[in-house]
């Protein structure tokens, strides 16, 4: 589990079908192909112009989808002109060989929490709605335990509200009352839990369901008629087949193993839009041309720089950014960019778009890969694009990432390494292979972080083998509740820690396909949920993560035969489990 619980880092679906091997083998066996939309407006689109950029796009886009082992993928380009282009990659179901087709809905994620702020935005301008009043004037009924000041729309549209990140309202305890974790506007922190408030403003001021909502103030001024403003038993037979990881208790390895995930319905605020390509250009077509749509305008020219405004320093997926209403927004070298990712239990998203060069890209694909986003593609693109409007050299294919077994640093890591019982972990380099002795076999390791490592073997397989660092010198390992250290480590070796601790240790599970699973073990004396330190608080409650304002909280229940039956993360419900 990691520190937050929530669409965009712990997408770990309950998957049941094995279809994976069959994902794979299509893809290694059936070429990609793409198709191409006709421009709106072709007076507009010299064809001939953009097709060294669009073959070059492809052919990346191929070696992508290969390198990832995503089953397929829908692709919108857009300039202030309207569509530019869509194509669509490979498979929409891998049992029936179905293609992505321009009409094929994706799931968009939170990439949809954008046309949430959006409607309070229009709401604003109606005077309906008063980004600084507190939320609780629209939603009386709420409840927040906190000791600060009210939170306001403006936190929850902006990340800084202080709650913790959960999915959906209705996955909490319902005698769970919502918290506050630290002062609204001191900290950026995702909630998705903000967003379903957002959501359920929507639909205490205009007096309709959140669906008809975004559909009348959003979806009909734009144009988008295919897109579906939640996800609904009704839009499945238009919707690509989703996938995530056969396993959902243990790490996922690059071009791991799939399988068709859970089928989902979704109507909450943080993230509920389907949608394809086409409705997706118009709606990159439409923040391009700063709220105006082919049905005239969205919100006004002043509400839309109200909308982009930088509100809080946040990084996107490690560059330096700001997050606004539903976006993220940066300057480079003079272009302003919004962007935004989007993950489902079985779709990954991303949208960018340049304000300046007046373009757009989406990219989806329909799978679950554990924190992949189509980010790589969607920026790709429009630097592909760039380059053609401006007369410039196209950028060159960015290269396929090497194999994970590839370790150029091995030689950090080689030697033995030793855990407090005795037990011995063993590691060689041959080169920029990192090999694990055990058992009697040489087992290459897989990198899947800068001092992270999968193992693919059955002893090794619940856990990444992680290492730490002391003055940049390796000099300890971890795998799960396991601890080894070398002669390089001197640090402490004996821990104390309060014995009911022990109570909590153990493997929980919460039914929907949004959490999965997650292991509760010791480390060096801490609580952890797998891997993420828990500190202690008032009351049997524990802070997860290393921030000491995280607002997520954990605490266990009904302890019987010195075993806790029950854990809340966040709000929402585990029960323990008796698999290892």
Excluded: C
Excluded at 158 to 186: C, I, K, N, R
Excluded at 235 to 241: D, E, L, N, V, Y
Excluded at 345 to 361: E, K, N, P, R, T
Excluded at 491 to 501: A, H, L, M
């Amino acid at each position: 589990m990691s520190l937050h619980i929530s669409r965009r880092t712990l997408l770990r679906g309950a998957i049941k079908s094995g279809v994976g091997l069959v994902v794979l083998r299509q893809l290694n066996r059936s070429p990609l192909r793409a198709f191409a939309v006709q421009p709106f407006n072709t007076s507009n689109v010299d064809e001939a112009r953009f097709r060294p950029a669009f073959a070059r796009l492809d052919e990346f886009i191929a070696a992508h989808l290969r390198d990832v082992g995503a089953p397929g993928m829908t692709l919108a380009l857009a300039t202030r002109d309207g569509l530019l282009r869509t194509s669509g990659y490979a498979f929409a179901d891998t049992k029936t060989g179905a293609r992505v087709q321009p009409e094929t809905l994706f799931e968009i994620g939170s990439i949809s929490k954008s046309f949430v702020a959006l409607s309070l935005m229009q709401m604003r301008e109606e005077g309906k709605f008063d980004p600084a009043s507190p939320v609780t004037a629209y939603l009386p009924w709420l409840k927040i335990e906190s000791k600060f000041a009210p939170i306001t729309g403006h936190h929850l549209l902006s990340h800084t509200s202080g709650l913790p990140d959960g999915v959906a309202l209705g996955l909490m305890d319902e005698d769970q009352p919502l918290w506050a974790g630290y002062a609204p506007g001191e900290h950026f922190s995702y909630s998705n839990y903000g967003y379903d408030l957002l959501g359920l403003t929507l639909e205490a001021i205009d007096k309709q369901p959140m669906a008809a909502v975004i559909r009348r103030r959003v979806l009909e001024r734009i144009g988008m008629n295919s897109t579906e403003p939640i996800i609904t038993n009704s839009a499945r037979p238009r919707m690509a087949i989703g996938y995530g990881p056969m396993f959902d208790d243990r790490p996922f390895p690059r071009r791991g193993q799939l399988a068709e995930a859970p089928w989902l319905e979704v109507s909450d605020g943080a993230g509920s839009v389907a949608s394809n390509a086409i409705d997706m250009a118009a709606y990159l077509t439409m923040l391009i041309n700063r709220g105006r749509a082919a049905r005239g305008r969205v919100i006004s020219e002043e509400t839309f720089a109200r909308f982009i405004t930088p509100a809080t320093k946040a990084p996107f997926r490690g560059e330096d950014a700001n997050y606004a209403y539903g976006l993220w927004v940066n300057d480079a070298d003079g272009h302003t960019l919004l962007r935004h990712t989007g993950g489902m239990v079985a779709f990954s998203s991303a949208l960018h778009v340049d304000l300046q060069s007046g373009i757009g890209a989406f990219a989806s694909v329909n799978a679950n890969l554990q924190g992949y986003r189509p980010v790589l593609v969607a920026r790709y693109a429009l630097d592909l694009v760039r380059a053609t409007l401006d007369g410039k050299d196209l950028p060159a294919i960015p290269q396929v990432s090497p194999p994970p077994d590839q370790i150029q640093n091995a030689n950090d890591y080689a030697g033995t390494l030793t855990s407090v019982d005795g037990r011995k972990l063993t590691l060689a380099a041959e080169g920029t292979k990192l090999l694990l002795l055990h058992d009697g076999k040489r087992i290459a390791l897989e990198r899947i972080g800068r001092d992270n490592f999968i193992v693919k073997h059955p002893d090794f397989e619940m856990f990444t083998l992680d290492f730490g660092r002391d003055q940049n010198a390796v000099v300890e390992a971890f795998h799960g509740a396991d601890w080894f250290t070398n002669d390089r480590y001197t640090g402490q070796k004996t821990f104390s820690y309060p014995t009911e601790w022990n109570a909590y240790v153990g493997h929980y599970r919460n039914d929907s396909a949004w959490f999965g699973s997650a292991r509760v073990f010791l480390r060096k004396g801490n609580l952890t949920a797998d891997g993420v330190p828990l500190t202690p608080l008032d009351g049997g409650v524990f802070r997860a993560g290393t921030q000491d304002w995280s607002p997520e909280r954990v605490s266990f229940h009904r302890v019987i035969d010195g075993r806790a039956r029950h854990m809340k993360f966040s709000g929402v419900e585990f029960y323990r489990t008796g698999t290892p």
